[in-house]
């Protein structure tokens, strides 16, 4: 019995080193291919940024400045325009009034 | 006056017959407080469910089935129907009733493997795959089961039953289940309710070992930062491990197919509609069924005896021994690691199975020194890698003794 409890842990102990293997090794696939794929956009973008002139820049800003300011101002006058209205008691449209009432047990 | 007297004789017959089947009556025959003693546990039990919240979700329902089964006269579970470790099925047939029939998903070994397609939906191994080391605490928290399956042996029990109490060292429910139902299914009932009681006190029994075992220093160290994991080797990870262990251990391979299959659900992000229904719908219905047919095996007769009071015992020294491990297997990692990559210790316990219970312990225990150490995602890792050598442990016994 003593033999089959060690036997039973050296497999199970056994199989996971050999997961563990196997895992390193994906990982290091997987870490080398985003690292080169890290290093291929980061190359791109600095392509870019010499594409882009200056004056192209400064149009976009302006832009979305342009488009920020123009949402911000019709949101602020939707929120001003909108008033909380109270309406005082009328038996016109009350519902208790409206309603059948139930019948009261005696 | 005749026929009165025959009217009150009918009447008298009838009450008679009454009180012969009504149950009350089997509590004052020969070994009657048995029945009593059992209906008392179940109400603890339920109690423990209801009030202390105690792994209500499966407790609740073994209480429940534990409570049928002890109602003398009810008959809901008809153990003989399942004698000799095999299914009558003409008896079946003939005189099965609900219970029985739920009790064959347990018996035929469906219900612990679709509650494993569940976890595996649910459970996240982004940070084993970010840790790989993680595999090595997961292993050595099953030294557990196998020292138990020893005690197990010195105590007396056959080498079958050894195996069930040891698995409950692995802090897995469904194993325990599975590997039960296999080697020794008269020991179900008492073995279920110690996986899932020791299971629910992970926070009490853990952190005295924890503490016990490490020194102020290691429980303040700091682990450095898990890389990220990408989508595509979580979508790969499932299918190399059931492809691996299955062809290593086939007797493994229902109870890793099936958590690898639900993790591959949920991570291929193709199939979401499946992966809501087997992380909800299928578990809560299989958590019924699984939950009131394993409390029916708790009968009188094969609960109320020493036996049981052996598993239990066996089943916190499994389970501590597996805690144990774990933390002393970091321990000795961490005398041949550099200073900047240091493990832990805490995060060893978390080698037992019961995920994320056993995570949280890690994690809470290692505030209580520095508030500012967050333990919780590398000792997932660790979590994780328990269910998975748990399993593999499960395969492993199935092999030897099945």
């Not at chain 2, 089964?69 to 809901?76: D, F, I, S």
């Not at chain 2, 459970?123 to 138990?148: E, M, R, V, Y």
């Amino acid at each position: 019995m003593l033999l089959t409890a060690l036997v039973g842990f050296l497999i199970v102990f056994a199989v996971l080193v050999l997961l563990i293997f196997v895992m390193k090794a994906m990982g290091w696939v997987f870490t080398r291919e985003h690292k080169a794929k890290v290093a291929a956009s980061a190359q791109t973008a600095h392509a870019h940024d010499h594409a882009i002139s200056d004056q192209e820049l400064a149009a976009a800003i302006i832009t979305a400045l342009k488009l920020y300011k123009s949402d911000l101002h019709d949101r602020e006058s939707e929120t001003l325009t909108i008033n909380r209205i109270t309406r005082a008691y009328s038996p016109w449209n009350s519902k208790i009034h409206g309603l059948t009432q139930l019948p009261e047990r005696k | 006056m005749s026929a009165l007297l025959q009217s009150s004789n009918f009447i008298v017959e009838s009450l008679g017959k009454f009180v012969e089947t009504a149950g009350f009556t089997a509590f004052f025959a020969e070994g009657g407080y048995k029945y009593l003693i059992m209906i008392a546990v179940a109400c603890f039990l339920l109690w423990l469910a209801i009030k202390k919240q105690f792994e209500p979700l499966l407790l609740l329902p073994i209480a429940f089935g534990m409570l049928l089964t002890n109602l003398p006269g009810a008959e809901m579970f008809h153990s003989d129907l399942f004698a000799g470790g095999k299914v009558h099925w003409l008896e079946l047939y003939q005189k099965g009733g609900l219970i029985d029939y739920l009790y064959l998903g347990v018996k035929l070994g469906i219900y612990p493997c679709l509650i494993f397609v569940g976890v595996g939906s649910m459970t996240d191994f982004g940070p084993l795959i970010a840790n790989p080391k993680s595999f090595l605490l997961g292993a050595a928290a099953q030294i557990g089961i196998f020292a138990t399956f020893l005690g197990a042996y010195a105590l007396g029990f056959s080498p079958n039953e050894c195996g069930s109490i040891g698995i409950i060292g692995g802090a897995d429910g469904p194993t325990s289940i599975f590997l039960t139902a296999k080697l020794a299914p008269e020991l179900l009932g008492p073995i279920a309710i110690a996986a899932y009681s020791y299971m629910a006190l992970v926070p009490v029994i853990q952190p005295p070992i924890m503490k016990a075992l490490t020194t102020e220093k290691e429980r303040k160290i700091r682990m450095s930062q898990l890389r990220q994991v990408s989508k595509t080797e979580k979508i790969i990870f499932p299918v190399v491990i059931t492809i691996i262990i299955s062809l290593l251990l086939p007797s493994a391979a229902p109870l890793v197919g099936c958590l690898m299959l639900g993790n591959l659900m949920k991570e291929c992000g193709v199939v979401d509609r499946l992966s809501k229904t087997v992380q909800n719908e299928l578990m809560n219905i299989v958590v019924i069924f699984l939950g009131i047919s394993v409390g029916a095996t708790a009968t009188a007769e094969s609960f109320l005896n020493f036996q049981t009071l052996f598993i239990l015992a066996l089943g916190i020294i499994a389970f501590s021994c597996g805690s144990a491990g774990g933390v002393l297997l970091a321990k000795l990692m961490n005398l041949f690691v550099p200073e900047g990559k240091k493990i832990n210790p805490l995060i060893g316990s978390a080698g037992v199975s019961a995920v994320p219970m056993a995570a949280r312990v890690s994690q809470t225990v290692g505030q209580q020194y520095d508030k500012s150490n967050f333990l919780l995602m590398h000792a997932m890792g660790p979590n994780v890698a328990g269910v998975v050598g748990s399993a593999v442990a499960a395969g492993i016994l199935l092999a030897f003794l099945g």
